[in-house]
């Protein structure tokens, strides 16, 4: 509420502290696609695709014999979570101004 009505830090004082999170913040996380991506930083995917090339590798330049190919299971990643069977999508997500979300928190119910 302070930040709203201009008590609070300045909001490039806030954006800068954002920019210097850790990727992999939390933060970070929700905002590259849910709480799933918590902990998976830039280093981490790397690992992950360095993981899976080898195994590729590994398979396509193997001499086994015909149909005898193993099959190398993937490095597991994180997948965003499927929605409910009962929930619809309403609207395209819109912009709201901040004029918008100040009255909501001003008005009294």
């Not at 709203?4 to 830090?9: L, N, Q, S």
């Not at 696609?33 to 830039?42: A, D, I, K, N, Q």
């Not at 912009?95 to 001003?106: C, L, M, N, Q």
């Amino acid at each position: 509420m302070d930040v709203i009505e201009g008590r609070g830090p300045s909001p490039y004082f806030v954006m800068a502290l954002v920019r210097r999170l850790p990727d992999t913040s939390l933060t970070v996380a929700l905002a590259s696609g849910g709480r799933e991506h918590f902990g998976w930083g830039v280093d981490r995917h790397l690992k992950a695709d360095l993981f899976d090339a080898l195994n590729q590798n590994t398979r396509a330049t193997g001499q086994w014999g015909k149909g005898k190919v193993p099959k190398f299971p993937a490095w597991p990643r994180p997948t965003a979570k499927k929605k409910a069977a009962g929930t619809s999508k309403k609207d395209p997500k819109r912009r709201v101004s901040v004029a918008e979300i100040y009255k909501k928190f001003t008005t009294r119910r």
